[in-house]
């Protein structure tokens, strides 16, 4: 019951914090219709999930909102509609087509030109190039807005893929834009009347709430999914699409795609994500190697403290990491190290003997120092980001890197741009790796247990890829398929003993706060 009070407190407080912004901008009767939306919503908490009748759960645009909504509306399906037509007719072949058909093929090919030219001014458009300086120098190279001009070369990769797109949300001050890519037709940009203030808002507390499992995120979630997805749900469906690549930008890379919702399901119930940077771009297409072998390294046991800045963070040793690095040599050759063991010193000069890395350690990616982020060995060790730029080439064997207890940071996130999530990811690329899966947040240690279980039994045993293994092990808990584990204990908090087998456990883990957090950077095969 206090779970439920303290969230309807924080749905209150969004619709008072609405109101405020029109009232602001001398839209007065628009916050007044929040204000009776708010009635209608502790109504709805009150008499248990009856609405009223006659109260609409909008807010009507206005006419500028209106016009970019329609405009956005309008190229969204033209280009849809050239794409398909020309898709038709080159599924017949050459020598049956009639010569007004070929003349079509001209006339198309020539509006999916002008469509790219359309983009490609976009693209060079003042606010999206003011987007672009605001990040740093270093995040500029990583952040795919520096490569929108070589999207359609992206064609081909999703055209391997096989029923893949490409998303990229865009925050502008005044309108999100969704800049789509799939496998046939130019570019797309979509643009959905949302101030940055609203969604940066509104991706906050959606974050507070993935992170608390006695705190219900579907209405946060349905929400965000309405202005990130529900507008190219349509062309998703159309087009058959079960890969999403994904580019978050700014503080949408602090939220998981995959825990959104759409009133029935969540999105990782519906597609496989997979995020990628501009270090993606060029080997989206390459498949793994056919014999895999394993590099593991378990931080169970221990407590180091870490200065950064100007405050010391408090590291303590992952009960189940043993049993999560004992669990992998079930499916494949794995080495493995403990503790003390697992050191810096010991690791290095093994990581290009094999194909996967697997950390079950702590890995803090710091929202104030991106470059002060790191990985931790059992022995209290670190390497950091800024290390891990002079990596460049020394990971090139490998084919995924697993930090199976990443965390970034829980606090404001308004004026972030999620650099650190950005940094670690690329860099990793950078480096030689293909792919890296990671977590937002400190999850709890025996769900993570059942989940990693899950996706190398998917991974391996069952031969899917990457983003079908992490999908595949993400629907098991949500279905409640999961293995037996602990939800009980959060990494770092509780300690154990590690012990050799795997431990029991109660507890429902469907919430999006043991599955949602994992992420996977790269290429996805």
Partial sequence: RKA?????????????????LLLQQERVLEAQRVLDLLKVQELDNSLEGLRRNGLDSTVPLLGPETEIWQASQQQLDRAIAVAEELQALRQAAPQTRSDAQNQRIVELEQRQGQLLSQFIDFVNSQPVQRQLEQLSQTAQRQDLLTELDRFPNLQDNLVDIGDAALLYPLILEDRLE???????????????????????????????????????????????????????SDVMDNMAVQTLLYAPDGPLRYIPLAALHDGEDWLAQRYQVNH???????????????????????????????PVLDRTLEFSGLPYAG????????????????????SRRAIAPLLNDHTIIHFATHAALLVDAPLDSFIMFGDGDRLTLAELRNW????????????????????????????????????????????????????????????????YQA?????????????????????????????????????????????????????????????????GL
């Fill in 4 to 20: 439920q009070e303290r969230y309807a407190n924080t749905v209150a407080d969004t619709y008072r914090q609405l109101a405020d």
């Fill in 178 to 232: 969704l800049v789509l890519v799939t496998a046939q037709g130019p570019p797309i940009h979509y643009g959905v009347p949302v101030s940055r203030r609203e969604l940066v808002q509104k991706i906050f507390e959606f974050q507070t709430a993935l992170r608390d499992p006695s705190l219900d995120p579907r209405p946060l979630a349905q929400a965000l999914y309405q202005w990130l997805f529900a507008p190219i």
């Fill in 276 to 306: 990628i940077t501009a270090a993606s771009l060029m080997d989206l297409h390459l498949h793994p190697s056919p014999a895999p072998s394993v590099l593991a390294g378990a931080f169970s046991q221990g407590n180091f403290q870490v």
């Fill in 323 to 342: 049993v999560e690095v004992d669990l992998l040599s079930q499916f494949f050759p794995t080495q493995s190290f403990f503790d003390t063991d697992f």
């Fill in 392 to 455: 460049r080439g020394r990971l090139r064997s490998i084919d995924l890197i697993v930090l199976s207890a990443c965390e970034t940071g829980s606090g404001a996130i308004q004026d972030e741009t999620g650099e650190e999530i950005l940094g670690f990811g690329y860099l990793m690329q950078d480096a030689g790796a293909r792919a890296v899966v990671a977590s937002l947040w400190a999850v709890s240690d025996g769900g993570t247990q059942a989940l990693m279980t899950h996706f």
């Fill in 459 to 523: 991974l391996l045993a069952d031969g899917m890829t990457k983003a079908e293994a992490l999908q595949q092990a993400q629907v098991a808990l949500i279905t409640g398929q999961q293995l037996q584990a602990d939800a009980d204990a959060e990494r770092g908090v509780t300690l154990r003993p590690r012990t050799p087998a795997a431990i029991p456990i109660s507890g429902d883990l469907s919430h999006p706060y043991y599955w949602a957090p994992f992420i996977l950077i790269g290429n």
